[in-house]
T-cell receptor
Framework: AQSVTQPDIHITVSEGASLELRCNYS??????LFWYVQSPGQGLQLLLK??????LVQGIKGFEAEFKRSQSSFNLRKPSVHWSDAAEYFC????????????FGGGTRVLVKP | DAGVTQSPTHLIKTRGQQVTLRCSPK?????VSWYQQALGQGPQFIFQ???????QRGNFPDRFSGHQFPNYSSELNVNALLLGDSALYLC???????????FGAGTRLSVL
């Protein structure tokens, strides 16, 4: 069965500093990988996705993520954090078939210090 | 273009009652998935509907059931509510033959 681990429950970062959120997955085949962001009381917004090809993918809001097959990782990065980036971030893996059930990690809550 | 819409926004029920949550997918989307997100956790897959049939199901009891209508909208029904059913219920829709899910804002269910 597939699984997703986000080792950091909370991360505090200063505004303007860089941010990296870790994600490790377990999946037998080539995974479909996603990062979503959830603001308090809201649903999930898709930041970016990886299906195949270039292992560095660009997303919305200045985020990028790198797929590393050898490490089973898909870490999310942002060079300079804004106060509005304070939210909870979820990594997810999807099955490759058309039945695209998502398995989510436990999430990382990001706090931004002024 | 409206996104995924869910109703109601909030709901309070008592143990043993039954509840129905509703979801309208994005225009042009034909697949609807439902997730349960307990406080402080990541969403967990309940089931997915395509062509008015349940295509996949997660590890949830039969108390959780659903339906998809010809216009692709969907309902999630939970019978015999338990305190542990208190959670945010998220609906997601997908375009035809694409592995991308777009989420609604969710329905917050509180069971007292």
């Amino acid at each position: 069965a597939q699984s997703v681990t986000q080792p950091d429950i909370h991360i505090t970062v200063s505004e303007g500093a860089s941010l990296e959120l870790r994600c490790n997955y377990s999946y037998g085949a080539t995974p479909y990988l996603f990062w979503y962001v959830q603001s308090p009381g809201q649903g999930l917004q898709l930041l970016l996705k990886y299906f195949s090809g270039d292992t560095l993918v660009q997303g919305i809001k200045g985020f990028e993520a790198e797929f590393k097959r050898s490490q089973s990782s898909f870490n999310l990065r942002k060079p300079s954090v804004h106060w509005s980036d304070a939210a909870e971030y979820f990594c997810a893996v999807g099955e490759g078939a058309a039945g695209n059930k998502l398995t989510f990690g436990g999430g990382t809550r990001v706090l931004v210090k002024p | 273009d409206a996104g995924v819409t869910q109703s109601p926004t909030h709901l309070i029920k008592t143990r043993g009652q039954q509840v129905t949550l509703r979801c309208s997918p994005k225009s042009g989307h034909d697949t609807v998935s439902w997730y349960q997100q307990a406080l402080g956790q990541g969403p967990q897959f309940i089931f997915q509907y395509y062509e008015e049939e349940e295509r996949q199901r997660g590890n949830f009891p039969d108390r959780f059931s659903g339906h998809q209508f010809p216009n692709y909208s969907s309902e999630l029904n939970v019978n015999a509510l338990l305190l542990g059913d208190s959670a945010l219920y998220l609906c997601a829709s997908s375009p035809p033959a694409q592995n991308i899910q777009y989420f609604g804002a969710g329905t917050r269910l509180s069971v007292l």
